[in-house]
């Protein structure tokens, strides 16, 4: 069984002045002749002007994994 992982930014949403940017985990699963994927949301990067913070949906004891998802959004 092969099982990988990869982390991405989804889809970006305006409200206001505001760009909020989810960041996913997405599991791939390939065993034989069976395959499947998950999605799990991670984070939510917020961008305000020149300002970008992030909101993490799960602890993390190393504050270096939440700056490089943060790295992952390019405002527009």
């Known amino acids: ?4 992982q ?3 930014v989804g889809k970006s949403l305006k409200i206001d002045e505001r760009v909020f940017y989810p960041i996913i985990k997405i599991f791939h ?6 395959e499947s994927y998950s999605v799990f949301p991670v984070a939510v990067v917020v961008v305000e002007g020149e300002m970008k913070y992030i909101f993490p ?6 504050p270096e994994e939440l700056e490089t998802y943060m ?6």
């Open 6 to 8: 990869e982390i991405k």
């Open 71 to 76: 790295a992952l959004v390019k405002p527009l």
């Open 29 to 34: 699963w390939k065993h034989q002749e069976s």
């Open 57 to 62: 949906l799960e602890e993390y004891d190393e």
């Open 1 to 4: 069984m092969m099982i990988n």
